[in-house]
Nanobody, 124 residues
Framework: QAQLMGSGGGSVQAGGSLRLSCAVSGLPYSGACMAWFRQAQGKEREGVAVIDSGDGTTRYGDSVKGRFTISLDKATNTLYLQMEAMKPEDTGMYYC?????????????????WGQGTQVTVSS
């Protein structure tokens, strides 16, 4: 019933910007935790950013602090990830996730619903 669809990925040069979107349907926000995770080839999936849909509190992974911004537009049921000053190490498949009981960026097991992912490639 719940569906998340990520989009906005693509190729960008180092130092450039991208904005990812995640359209959410069939799922009320109502204080749920919404998050972005990413996975590079050969590496574990890591938390990028999380937002509490109730109070707007955010957390970020150490590698993206100061460069990425997560936001939620409740009017359109869309989660965003604004990525600035991108680096080659930001390359990976990005997934949006929702309905975590805890707003953690340190693990993905708590999130109940996932998008299929959108590829981001940053060239040097």
């Amino acid at each position: 019933q719940a569906q998340l669809m990520g989009s906005g990925g693509g190729s960008v040069q180092a130092g450039g910007s991208l904005r990812l979107s995640c359209a959410v349907s069939g799922l009320p926000y109502s204080g749920a935790c919404m998050a972005w995770f990413r996975q590079a080839q050969g590496k574990e999936r890591e938390g990028v950013a999380v937002i509490d849909s109730g109070d707007g509190t955010t957390r970020y992974g150490d590698s993206v602090k100061g460069r990425f911004t997560i936001s939620l537009d409740k009017a359109t049921n869309t989660l965003y990830l604004q990525m600035e000053a991108m680096k080659p190490e930001d390359t990976g498949m990005y997934y949006c996730a929702a309905e975590g009981p805890f707003c953690t960026v340190d693990g993905d097991a708590v999130y109940n619903f996932w998008g299929q992912g959108t590829q981001v490639t940053v060239s040097s």
